[in-house]
């Protein structure tokens, strides 16, 4: 069967897939394991990104509907990488292997590469795209109608949140207090078509690439949820939150004017940023909760104790 985290043996498995699409066997290239196993390959001078997924993590009717979804946003004028049909004309093949399924779907490379803060793209320009893409992606959301069996999840039905409570230990009454205090306030948020649809939710720097001609293209639509759209921003955000005070500030700035170019943002849901902020510290902790399960080694350990301590400060920017 396909092992997570294990790109030698599930390279036969990338080698069958690639085939429904024609792949060359030789070019393909393992880039890594982030829930899925993505590949890399080459076909005709251009490049692709091959995703195999397990179907007991994300079934194929959920799978469609995030291929779906980027569809939508490819019409809306929005630069994603997107969905390639296979040889048959689907844009998932559903493959058995040693009679474990197996789900594989190809996507066109992203253009340009990703911006850390030791390069020279790492400006106002750059932050402006990244604010840009993220209104573009709301904007396009809100016309958007998914298939009847065919729906992606709403933010507090994914595993991490539902169970969340059964995950943080007993004795971490503080993260308990903080789970109750931020999903308490979200449950009195308005929710509307204008405030409330499918986001991206992971659009980090290191989800999208950037071009300087051709501005920004996002990728890794695989947490695509239900969900308020400033929990995007929020995301987003939160990964800047360790650099200097004065630094976040003006990145802050740059990303929030991109986004207000394309549309505007209420005063309402900018005071709501901090609570999307700690509830994203609140899950990143609790996906390492369920990642290290009941016998955490001491590496893993000394992580918890980070992530616990960050859900502990409450976040304010």
């Known amino acids: 069967m396909w ?19 024609g792949a060359d066997a030789a070019s393909i290239e393992h880039v890594g394991d982030f829930g899925n196993s993505v590949y890399r390959f080459s076909d005709q001078g251009e490049t692709f990104i091959l995703r195999l997924t397990d179907p007991r993590d994300r079934s194929q009717q959920v799978n469609q ?9 490819k019409r809306s004028g ?12 689907r844009l998932i093949e559903a493959l058995a292997v040693a009679d474990s399924p197996l789900l ?32 573009q ?21 994914e595993n991490l949140i539902a169970q969340a409570r059964h995950l943080i230990p007993a004795s971490d009454t503080l993260s308990l207090r903080e789970l109750d205090d931020v999903l308490e306030h979200l449950s009195r948020l308005p929710i509307s078509r204008e405030s409330y649809g499918l986001t991206h939710a992971d659009l980090g720097a290191r989800n999208f690439h950037y071009h300087p001609a051709l501005g920004i293209t996002a990728f890794d639509f695989g947490n695509c949820c239900y969900h308020w759209f400033i929990s995007d921003l929020a995301i987003a955000l939160s990964t800047l939150r360790f650099h200097p005070q004065a630094e976040r500030d ?6 929030l004017t991109g ?59």
Do not use: K
């Not at 396009?140 to 009847?148: K, L, M, R």
């Not at 003006?250 to 990303?255: A, D, E, K, P």
């Open 104 to 135: 594989a779907s190809v996507f066109d490379y992203a253009p340009g590469f990703v911006v850390t803060p030791d390069t020279p793209h790492w400006n106002e320009p750059f932050f402006r795209a990244w604010g840009r893409m993220l209104a």
């Open 137 to 157: 992606i709301h904007q396009a959301a809100t016309s958007f109608e998914a298939q009847p069996d065919c729906r992606r999840w709403h933010w507090h039905e």
């Open 259 to 317: 986004y207000a170019a394309i549309r505007p943002l209420e005063p309402f849901w900018l005071e709501q940023i901090d609570w999307f902020i700690r509830l994203r510290i609140l899950y990143v902790y609790l996906d390492r909760l369920l990642l290290f399960g009941t016998a955490p080694s001491a590496a893993d350990q000394e992580t918890l104790r980070l992530l616990r301590q960050r859900v502990h400060e409450r976040f304010v920017w």
């Open 250 to 255: 003006q990145y802050r700035s740059w990303l």
């Open 65 to 73: 509907a995030e291929l779906d979804f980027l569809l939508h946003l």
């Open 3 to 21: 092992i997570p985290g294990q790109p030698e043996v599930n390279r036969a498995y990338a080698l069958l897939a690639a085939e429904c699409w």
């Open 78 to 89: 929005v630069r994603v990488s997107t969905p390639i049909p296979s040889r048959a004309g």
